[in-house]
C-alpha cells in the first residue's frame, strides 16, 4: 500500500563527490516510520527505481563511476504503509586508486588475513543490501575467543606488502554487546597511526599521542561507519567521522613517530561478546 499520511522524510542529502565509489545519503527522521526505502533515478524529472530498504536514516549506494544521479526516499510504518517520496537531491561518487578494498562477501577465508583464532566466520550481515549484490551481503565475525578462554582476545592482521600513505580510510563495525572489552581497529607501519578502541562503559573511544578521547557512546546490534578523513601524514592529524557525521576534526595519530601503514589489525579483547566488520577499504 502506498502514500499514507504520515509525513515523507526531509533533509535528503546525498553526497556531492566527497565518498569514493559510494554515494552516501541522509534524512531526517518521519514520526511513525520503521523503516525507509530508497529510490533512484538518472534524471531529477525521470522514473525513479526501488533500490533498497533500510532501518536507519541513511543509506549507502555502490557506484563504480562519476555520474550524477538522483535520489528519492519514503519512510514505512509498521504496517507496511509507504508515505509519499521525500524531494529528490543530486549526488555522485569519486573513483580514486583504491589501496585496500574487502567487502568481506566470500564464502571463505579471505585471501590475505590471518587470524590468532580459527573461529573467524562469515554471517549474512544485517546491513542494507546495495542493488546489484549477487545473493547475500557477508560480513566478518571475530568471536572474542570465548570458545578458547583466550583472555587476552583475538586479533586478525592483513599485511599490505609495503608502506602506504593513505588520505582516506573506511570501516563498519557492529558490536554484539557494551558490556565487554571490545572491538578495536589499528593500523601500522613502524608504529600506529590510528587507533579507534570499542570500550566495555558504552563508549567509543581514539587513541592518540596526547591519550585517549571519549567519542560518545554506541548501541549494540547497530552497524556504525566510522570514516578517517583528511589524513595528513605530516601534521599527523585526522578527521573522523561517524556515520557521515563529523566527530573529531585533526584528531593526533596514536603515534606521531608514524611515516606510513603497512598492516591492518582487527581485534576482539574480551569473551562474551560478537564484533562484526564490513566495508573496509582506503585510497
Known amino acids: 500500500m502506498c502514500c499514507n499520511q504520515f ?18 545519503i541522509t534524512w531526517t527522521w518521519s514520526e511513525g516510520a520503521s523503516s525507509y526505502r530508497v529510490y533512484g533515478s538518472d534524471s531529477e524529472d525521470g522514473i525513479f527505481f526501488f533500490l533498497g530498504e533500510t532501518f536507519e536514516e541513511y543509506a549507502s549506494i555502490k557506484e ?9 526516499v519514503t519512510a514505512v510504518d509498521g504496517s507496511g504503509d509507504e508515505s509519499e517520496r521525500s ?45 546489484g549484490a549477487a545473493g547475500t551481503d557477508n560480513c566478518f565475525r571475530l568471536d572474542g575467543g570465548y570458545l578458547q578462554s583466550l583472555s587476552e582476545g583475538v586479533f586478525a592482521y592483513r599485511a599490505l606488502g609495503q608502506s602506504y600513505q593513505p588520505s582516506y580510510l573506511q570501516i563498519y563495525v557492529k558490536s554484539s554487546s557494551t558490556l565487554e572489552e571490545g572491538g578495536e581497529i589499528v593500523g601500522v607501519g613502524n608504529a600506529a597511526s590510528f587507533w579507534i578502541y570499542f570500550s566495555n562503559n558504552g563508549n567509543l573511544y581514539l587513541y592518540g599521542s596526547g591519550g585517549s578521547v571519549n567519542i560518545g557512546g554506541y548501541s549494540s546490534n547497530s552497524w556504525y561507519r566510522l570514516q578517517l578523513k583528511n589524513i595528513d601524514w605530516t601534521a599527523k592529524t585526522y578527521d573522523f567521522y561517524i556515520n557521515g557525521v563529523l566527530e573529531m576534526e585533526n584528531m593526533p595519530f596514536a603515534n606521531n613517530t608514524a611515516t606510513g601503514l603497512s598492516e591492518l589489525q582487527l581485534w576482539n579483547d574480551e569473551p562474551g561478546c560478537d564484533f562484526f566488520f564490513d566495508e573496509f577499504f582506503m585510497w
Not at 7 to 24: K, L, V
Not at 105 to 118: E, I, K, M
Open 7 to 24: 509525513p515523507a522524510p526531509t533533509n535528503i542529502s546525498a553526497s556531492d563527490g566527497t565518498e569514493a565509489y559510494e554515494i552516501f
Open 87 to 131: 524531494t529528490a537531491d543530486e549526488g555522485w561518487a569519486i573513483t580514486p586508486p583504491i589501496i585496500f578494498n574487502d567487502n568481506f562477501d566470500g564464502t571463505s577465508f579471505p585471501s590475505g588475513w590471518y587470524a590468532t583464532s580459527t573461529f573467524w566466520n562469515y554471517y549474512s550481515s544485517s546491513f542494507w543490501v546495495t542493488p
Open 64 to 72: 563504480d563511476d562519476s555520474i550524477h544521479y538522483y535520489y528519492k
